[in-house]
């Protein structure tokens, strides 16, 4: 469990961000996945790192019970999945990707669950 707060600890304050970013600077969201999407090779250094970052998750804490740590499993495995898409899919699956991601309305969901997780990973973390 504490590797599990350990990564929390990470992934709680980072995912705030980013949720927060997506729900302050939509439209500069939108204009980077643009440009991400007629050069996807952009985002094979992130997603390198995606995996990577993936694959220590998961290796520090793999645990599928249900509680909030679960959430830790969840994402690790989420981003080493990911990384592994992107890196390995042609790049018209990655443009058709990430043109579902112009969608405003995508964005506000995806910065709501990412608050969501950022949120909860933050308050288990340091205030539970």
Do not use: C
């Amino acid at each position: 469990m504490e590797n599990a707060i350990t990564l929390a600890a990470i992934m709680g304050p980072m995912y705030l961000l980013l949720g927060l970013s997506l729900l302050l600077h939509v439209n500069a969201w939108q204009k980077l996945m643009e440009s991400w999407r007629k050069d996807h090779f952009g985002l094979f250094t992130m997603m390198f790192f995606s995996a990577i970052l993936g694959l220590i998750a998961i290796n520090m804490y793999n645990v599928w019970e249900w509680n909030v740590w679960l959430l830790v499993t969840i994402t690790g495995w989420g981003m080493l999945l990911k990384g592994i898409v992107y890196l390995l899919a042609p790049g018209s699956i990655l443009k058709t990707i990430l043109s579902w991601k112009k969608s405003t309305s995508i964005l506000y969901f995806s910065a709501v669950v990412t608050l969501a997780i950022g949120a909860a990973l933050t308050y288990y973390t340091y205030y539970a």
